[in-house]
């Protein structure tokens, strides 16, 4: 019955924002959302599967089918989301965001600097901030297998509500990087950046693709997604400590690497914060959890009795 819940709570949060999605994306871009249709066979291949498995009693494999299925409907729905944010007119905020990094006594472009002088240094930061889509995999999959189904599907509603509150936040406040103002040289990838979001604000047609939140500097969604997958297997023994490892290379490297400010770091941690509260109160949903029972104690004055009736009043939490 949790999968049942668990499908119809996915449904009903992914509907409007897909919603949201389509509305706002203009007619030229909805060419690039048939990209997306190429899915629909994986899709219905899953749905296949997660069926055979639940009438067979392959319980993991079902889950891990379920667990998949969400995922691909997710990733391009962030994927159309975020550059759906950078169209907003508000204007590019990166003088603000060095300034902030300033006040707090932070500066990117001294710490890629630093790691520029060590060349070990500036070759693990480039792969830590890389490990994302291994991360995702194994936030997705390792839980279940390790029987903590509720860690997985957990991750994957953190991470939309996470997208949700990155994007609102984007639209706010879009920048392009610390390369911009902090005058380093940027790499040939982070200098497509600025390119790509000149582009979504002049109205060209959005690159429909999974590297879409690569455009995204406040907050950090390498961060966000870093995070939630620490949260997702911390309470799985043999591999907390490695996913924290990797989780925490990532966040520095966010910034060794001079993709972001020190600011978008703390963005991306209060983010992720949020989503995790957010995440924890919509699984109670599918757990379908009842309000804890307060047993209070009356006076029976009407009747004159000494005793006490026991009447059970339900609060929640």
Known sequence: ????????????????????????????????????????????????????????????????SQSIFWALIVIPVISLLIPVAARSPAPLVDDALTKIDGAMGFHTVAVVRAVSHVPALRLTSAIAYNLIPPLIVASLLVPIFCGKTSASRRYIAAVVVAAVITSALFALWPAVGPWTTEGFAPTAEQAKTYTALASLKAGTPIPVNSKSSGIVAFPSFHVVLAVLSIVSMWRIRWARWIVFTLGVMVCISTVTTGWHYGIDVIGGLVATCVSCVAADNLMSVTRNEEPATVTVLTSEESTGSRGMARTGLKFPG
């Open 1 to 64: 019955m949790e999968n049942v819940r668990f499908n119809c709570l996915m449904a009903a949060i992914l509907t409007p924002i897909i919603a949201v999605d389509i509305v706002l994306a203009r007619p030229a871009d909805r060419g690039g959302i048939v990209h997306f249709a190429g899915m629909l066979p994986g899709l219905l291949l899953l749905i296949v599967i997660y069926y055979y498995c639940r009438w067979r009693g392959f319980e993991k494999l079902m889950n891990v």
